[in-house]
């Protein structure tokens, strides 16, 4: 009979959810976007859970559970393994990262124009991609009733209105994943046929760092991120913590979460209430509130989705769109050509000037976050 080793001397360099927890989490590096325990729980193996922004053992009783598999830490968009690979597969040398094009477009219909950040052209391509069957689902943020952000599965193009807008905390959008088999059950029953989880194809929409937890997860084959099919990041300079995010925006309004109507960053902090009212807050009053791991992030445009979108470098009511990979590119040309999206043409310059302005702002951007640090 083989000998059964003691854990860890079979792969002694493989690091561990002990590790996480020690290099990342106590170090306040976590992004909280879940992938740890997505994973960790779509295998069962009962271990960890969140407990607000906090990855964590269920109990002491639940540390014997953990396999020690390592896949936890490996997926971390917060380590530094598979970074080197993941670079090269996305042809990143640089800081904003490969750009296959790049243009500013808005959407054409009037209730997203109303509902989107920006362009609306996120929530406007997840319409198109349920319109043409190329998606049964997509994660995106809502809000609870107290503005907190919640990550959503969306089923159906009708729900997607209330996702639209940007919500400045965290919205663990990867947690969603755990369960595929619910996710499973809920298409075949708007299918009324027998959804198998492997044939389940989603769209992700997440921050820098949530994609980049979703790319690892590729990289290594491994389910539930193998159903994400086309990965939507949005820039992001920093995100906050909702609790101290709130307690701010109180002392600076005298506004409730549950009276705010959009809060827009435009340099400064833009907070509008229900009543219409548009309160403008600097944004270094709000400094207390942004979340530790930003401080250490070299990302601002989401070098690892398909497309990335943000308002910075966009005239007013479009989104800048950042393209990445093929897929992208389709998805943008098709949804232009179908009529969903409108492209914006520069008027005094040249497109490729206009272009090669909009990298470099772009450029200054990431490298302003990332001295920031
Ligand atoms: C925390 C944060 C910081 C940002 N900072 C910048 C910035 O500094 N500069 C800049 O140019 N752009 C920034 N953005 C991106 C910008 O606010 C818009 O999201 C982007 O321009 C897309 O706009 P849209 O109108 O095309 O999208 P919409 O059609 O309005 O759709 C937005 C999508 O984002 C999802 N979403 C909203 N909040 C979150 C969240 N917290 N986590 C995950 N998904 C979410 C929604 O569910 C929706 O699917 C930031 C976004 C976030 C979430």
């Not at 790049?102 to 054409?108: E, M, N, P, Q, W």
């Not at 959503?152 to 639209?164: A, P, Q, R």
């Not at 809060?263 to 009053?285: A, D, G, Q, S």
């Amino acid at each position: 009979m083989a000998e059964v080793l003691p854990k860890k001397t079979v792969l002694k360099d493989v690091k561990v959810f002990k590790d996480l927890e020690e290099e990342i989490i106590k170090a306040n590096k976590c992004c909280a976007c879940g992938a740890c325990v997505a994973y960790c729980s779509s295998q069962t193996f009962d271990v960890i859970k969140m407990d607000g922004y906090t990855p964590q053992f269920i109990s002491d009783a639940n540390i014997e559970n953990c396999k020690e598999c390592g896949v936890c830490y490996y997926i971390c968009p917060q380590t530094e393994p598979l970074m080197k690979h993941l670079k090269e597969d996305y042809r990143i040398k640089d800081e904003i990262g490969f750009i296959q094009n790049i243009i500013a477009a808005k959407t054409k219909d009037e209730k997203i124009k109303e509902m989107g950040q920006d362009g609306g052209l996120v929530t406007t391509l997840l319409t198109y991609l349920f319109d043409k069957n190329k998606i049964d689902a997509a994660i995106v943020s809502e809000y609870d009733e107290k503005l907190k952000p919640i990550p959503k599965i969306i089923y159906n193009k009708e729900e997607l209105l209330k996702s639209s807008g940007t919500r400045y905390s965290i919205s663990s959008n990867i947690l969603p994943l755990t369960n595929l088999y619910t996710i499973a059950q809920e298409i075949a029953e708007k299918h009324h046929q027998i959804y198998d989880i492997n044939q389940i194809r989603m769209a992700f929409v997440g921050t820098p760092c949530q994609c980049r937890a979703i790319r690892k997860m590729q990289l290594l084959n491994i389910s539930p991120a193998h159903v994400i099919k086309y990965v939507f990041g949005l820039f992001c300079m920093e995100n906050f913590d909702y609790e101290k995010l709130f307690q701010l925006v109180k002392k600076e309004t005298n506004e409730d979460p549950t009276n705010i109507a959009k809060m827009n960053i435009k340099k400064n902090f833009f907070i509008t209430n229900k009543e219409n009212k548009v309160y403008e807050v600097e944004l270094h009053k709000f400094d207390d509130a942004v979340r530790n791991h930003c401080h250490d992030c070299d990302e601002f445009t989401g070098r690892f989705a398909d497309i990335s979108f943000g308002g910075s470098g966009a005239v007013q009511q479009n989104s800048m769109v950042v393209i990445r990979t093929e897929k992208g590119e389709a998805l943008i040309n098709n949804a232009l050509m179908a009529g969903y999206i409108d492209k914006f043409t520069p008027k005094k310059s040249t497109i490729t000037e206009w272009k090669a302005k909009k990298i470099d702002l772009l450029r200054r951007m990431t490298n302003n976050k990332i001295n920031k640090s």
